[in-house]
C-alpha cells in the first residue's frame, strides 16, 4: 500500500496541559484507519491540525508525497482533505442544494450542481433529494448531505468523527458499505468512534492515544473491543455490574402527555403513555429528532403540560416549574452538555449550585452557602472521577467525557426518586461510558425510578429492564429487553410497529 497522509512528530499545547506530543503515524491509501483515545486523548485536536483549524507547535505533516500544513479548512479541501464532523453544519431552512453551495469555493450553477448530487448519491446508494428542506430530513438523511458534500470533492481523504451515532443499525450498514466502496477506489478514511465493536467490523489498522501520545498501533480485527479499551485507557477496564433487585411500585406516571414543539423543525409529543417503577431502568431508544428533546423537557418542567400528564408518586407534576419537580424527586439531565446541562463560562461549584441548590439546601434566606456548594462540588468530582484540577475550574475547560461524568454524578448524588437522562454516554470513552452506565444501575438498585433516552442501542439493551422506542413523536409499547434483537429495535426506530418484528 502507498502511503498517502504522513505525521511526523506533531505536537500542541495549550496553557497548562499538551494536547498532542510527538504523534507519529501514517494513513494509507483505500485504507479506512481508526483514531482511538478515551475523552481528552488528543484526538479532536490532532483531526483540527488535519484539517486546518488548528497550526502544530512543532512536527509536519506529508500528504502524497508533498508538505502538507493547511492554514486553514479551505487549504485542506484544496488538498483533498474532507471531513464530516460529529455536529452537523446545516441551515433547516435551506435545501439540501443551498446547504451543499454553502460548503464549496466555486459552486457549479444549481442545475448542474443538482444533476451531480442526484448521480453521486444514487452511484453510492445514498439517495437525496436536491431540493429537499433540511429541516424534513432524518438525521440519517441529513448525514448523507454532509458526506454527499464532501464526495463531490472527490477527496484522497474523508475524515469521519463519530459517524454512526445518530443512525439506526440499517443506516449503519448502509452507511459502512459506502465507506468499503470508497476505500476499495482508493480513498483513505480516518475513522474516529467510541464503538469499537464498530472499529472492529470496519477498520483496516488503528492508532491509539493516551493523554496525547500514541501508545499503540494495531489491526483492530485481530483485538476484543475489551482490549481496545484497555489500551486506550491504560489500565483493566470494569464491567458494569447490575445489583439484583426487584421493581416496587410506580414512582413515575405519564398518562397522555401531548405536547407542542418551540422548535418549527421539532417533533411534536403525541399521547405518550409510561409507568416506571422504583428500582426500574426504562431505555427510550429513537433515531434523533424523534421528539428526545421534546419528550425531556415536558419531564423537566422547562415545557409545561396539563398537571395530571405527569406524576411524581402520585402527585400530579405537569404544571409544576423544574425546582417544584426537584422538591418532587424528579431529575433530569439534558443530552446538550454545554449551555443546557452546565453554563460554559462558570465554574464546576456554580453549575453545581444550579441544579443541587433545592435539594442540597445550598442556600439559605436568599443567600448562598459557598461552603456547602463547593464541598458538593468536590464530591461530585471525588465519587465521578472527573479529571479537573479543581472545582473553580469553567465547565468548558473540562473534556466532554469528564463534563458528563459531573453532569451525571450531580444529579445521581441529589438522591433523586426518579432520573431522566439524553444520551447519558454520547461520545463518552468506554471507560467513562462504564462508570455512568454503573452509577445510573446502582441507583436504580437503591429504588430510583430511570428512564434512559438514547440512541445506543448496545448501550439500552445492556442496562435496560425495558425498552419503548420513539418514533415521530409516539412511544411504542414498552417491552422486555431480554425479548428484543437489535434487528427489531432497529426497524422498530424506522416506524414499523413493534407487533410487526416480533420473533
Not at 169 to 184: C, S
Not at 197 to 224: F, K, N, S, W
Not at 343 to 357: I, K, Q
Not at 402 to 412: A, D
Request: with cysteine.
Amino acid at each position: 500500500m502507498t502511503t498517502l497522509l504522513s505525521l511526523q512528530g506533531l505536537t500542541k499545547a495549550y496553557p497548562g496541559v499538551v494536547a498532542n506530543n510527538n504523534v507519529s503515524f501514517d494513513i494509507e491509501e483505500g485504507q479506512i484507519h481508526a483514531l482511538l483515545g478515551e475523552n481528552g486523548a488528543g484526538k479532536s485536536t490532532l483531526v483540527k491540525m488535519i484539517y486546518g483549524l488548528v497550526r502544530p507547535d512543532s512536527g509536519h505533516m506529508m500528504l502524497a508525497g508533498q508538505p502538507y500544513q493547511p492554514h486553514e479548512p479551505r487549504e485542506a479541501r484544496a488538498a483533498g482533505v474532507a471531513m464530516v464532523f460529529q455536529h452537523f453544519s446545516l441551515f433547516d431552512a435551506l435545501t439540501v442544494a443551498e446547504n451543499i453551495t454553502l460548503g464549496m469555493e466555486n459552486a457549479p450553477p444549481r442545475r448542474e450542481l443538482s444533476k451531480r448530487i442526484r448521480d453521486v448519491s444514487t452511484a453510492y446508494e445514498l439517495p437525496l433529494d436536491p431540493d429537499a428542506i433540511i429541516g424534513d430530513l432524518s438525521v440519517g438523511e441529513r448525514q448523507r448531505v454532509e458526506i454527499i458534500r464532501c464526495l463531490l470533492q472527490e477527496p484522497k481523504l474523508l475524515i469521519m468523527d463519530e459517524p454512526t451515532s445518530v443512525l439506526t443499525p440499517q443506516e449503519v450498514e448502509i452507511l459502512f458499505k459506502t465507506l468499503n466502496r470508497l476505500a476499495g477506489e482508493g480513498t483513505a478514511i480516518l475513522y474516529i468512534s467510541h464503538k469499537l465493536e464498530e472499529i472492529r467490523t470496519l477498520c483496516h489498522h488503528a492508532t491509539i492515544l493516551r493523554q496525547g501520545e500514541v501508545v499503540g498501533e494495531c489491526d483492530p480485527t485481530q483485538q476484543t473491543a475489551r482490549k481496545l479499551a484497555e489500551i486506550m485507557v491504560g489500565q483493566t477496564l470494569a464491567t458494569p455490574q447490575r445489583k439484583t433487585h426487584s421493581p416496587g411500585d410506580t414512582v413515575l406516571e405519564i398518562t397522555g402527555l401531548s405536547a407542542k414543539s418551540e422548535n418549527p423543525f421539532g417533533t411534536d409529543l403525541k399521547n405518550i403513555n409510561l409507568a416506571v417503577k422504583a428500582g426500574e431502568i426504562m431505555g427510550i431508544g429513537g433515531v434523533a429528532g424523534n421528539g428526545q428533546d421534546e419528550f425531556l423537557l415536558a419531564l423537566s418542567g422547562e415545557t409545561l403540560v396539563e398537571k395530571t400528564m405527569i406524576r411524581v408518586d402520585g402527585v400530579d407534576a405537569g404544571d409544576l416549574t423544574p425546582n417544584e419537580r426537584r422538591e418532587l424527586g424528579l431529575l433530569t439531565a439534558p443530552e446538550e452538555r454545554l449551555g443546557h446541562a452546565a453554563a460554559p463560562n462558570m465554574s464546576l461549584v456554580e453549575n453545581a449550585l444550579m441544579t443541587g441548590n433545592v435539594r442540597q439546601k445550598l442556600s439559605s434566606n436568599g443567600f448562598i452557602k459557598w461552603g456547602a456548594a463547593r464541598k458538593f462540588a468536590d464530591r461530585i468530582i471525588k465519587e465521578f472521577d472527573v479529571r479537573t484540577p479543581t472545582a473553580r475550574n469553567s465547565a468548558k475547560s473540562l473534556s466532554g467525557g469528564n463534563l458528563q461524568k459531573f453532569v451525571i454524578g450531580r444529579e445521581v448524588l441529589q438522591n433523586p426518586r426518579a432520573l431522566v437522562v439524553n444520551q447519558p454516554t454520547w461520545g463518552v470513552d468506554a471507560a467513562a461510558a462504564a462508570a455512568i452506565r454503573q452509577a445510573l444501575m446502582d441507583l436504580s438498585a437503591e429504588g430510583a425510578a430511570v428512564i434512559i433516552i438514547s440512541q445506543d442501542l448496545d448501550e439500552l439493551l445492556e442496562v435496560s429492564d425495558r425498552l419503548a422506542i420513539l418514533h415521530v413523536g409516539n412511544l411504542s409499547e414498552p417491552r422486555a429487553t431480554t425479548e428484543l434483537t437489535m434487528e427489531q429495535i432497529g426497524l422498530m426506530m424506522g416506524g414499523m410497529e413493534a407487533q410487526h418484528v416480533s420473533a
